[in-house]
């Protein structure tokens, strides 16, 4: 079954610049999602279609994706963004919905 | 508003069934599909099932294939997941999930879960 590759953790200063990497096959014709998830919550869309950003949703959130990766860019990260950061896609069938491992994103 | 509500959650023990339900309001159910999406404690997000707005297409993580149905009555506004043999890894926050209006996003709108424990 196909699989989205997320590092277990990542951890920066505040202010700071915090990347959060997604690799999989299917990612050069399917689009990659974020969603951030604190604690005791519902997941909350951050970037959809691997670069667009909801209204509501700090600037400072960024999305890219080149080849098998999407990118999480996080400018000057702040305190409140720590959470756990899932990257989401389909498969190449397009009919199977796939999240990655997550990522805790501290800042500190 | 759109509103989602899980229930049916519980303890049940191994092999055994359950049954949860996702009541909606606040948009029209039958014009979209809806997902299931479950977290057990401290882990991550999965996938569970898709069922299109129609019923008529469903769609399966390999992990509850043959043991999960996914099903809808849009005269009650509601979603359902039937779990059959079920097994402690199935222990987990279960939550029904809504797309945006012109599915750009699978999972635009949450319900605020609810807790399925497998255990004897």
């Known amino acids: 079954s196909y699989e989205l590759t997320q590092p277990p953790s990542v951890s920066v200063s505040p202010g700071q610049t915090a990347r959060i990497t997604c690799s999989g096959d299917?990612?050069?014709?399917?689009?990659a999602y974020w969603y951030q998830q604190k604690s005791g919550q519902a997941p909350v869309l951050v970037i959809y279609?691997?670069?667009k950003r909801p209204s509501g949703i700090p600037e400072r959130f960024s999305g890219s994706s080149s080849g098998t990766m999407a990118t999480l860019t996080i400018s000057g990260a702040q305190v409140e963004d720590e959470a756990d950061y899932y990257c989401?896609?389909?498969?190449?069938?397009?009919?199977?919905?796939?999240f990655g491992g997550g990522t805790k994103l501290t800042v500190l | 508003q759109v509103q989602l509500v899980e229930s049916g959650g519980g303890v049940v023990q191994p092999g055994r069934s359950l049954r949860l339900s996702c009541a909606t309001s606040?948009?029209?159910?039958?014009?979209?599909?809806m997902n299931w999406v479950r977290q057990a404690p401290g882990k991550g997000l999965e996938w569970v099932a898709f069922?299109?707005?129609?019923?008529?297409?469903?769609y399966y993580a390999d992990s509850v294939k043959g043991r999960f149905t996914i099903s809808r009555d849009n005269s009650k506004n509601t979603l359902y997941l039937q779990m059959s043999s079920l097994r402690a890894d199935d222990s987990a926050v279960y939550y029904c999930?809504?797309?945006?209006?012109?599915?750009?996003?699978?999972?635009?709108?949450w319900g605020q879960g609810t807790l399925v424990t497998v255990s004897s």
């Open positions: 999930a809504r797309p945006n209006w012109n599915g750009d996003i699978d999972f635009d709108y």
């Open positions: 606040g948009f029209i159910f039958s014009t979209y599909g």
């Open positions: 069922i299109s707005y129609d019923g008529t297409s469903k």
């Open positions: 299917a990612l050069p014709k399917k689009y």
């Open positions: 279609e691997d670069s």
């Open positions: 989401y896609s389909r498969d190449s069938s397009g009919n199977h919905r796939v």
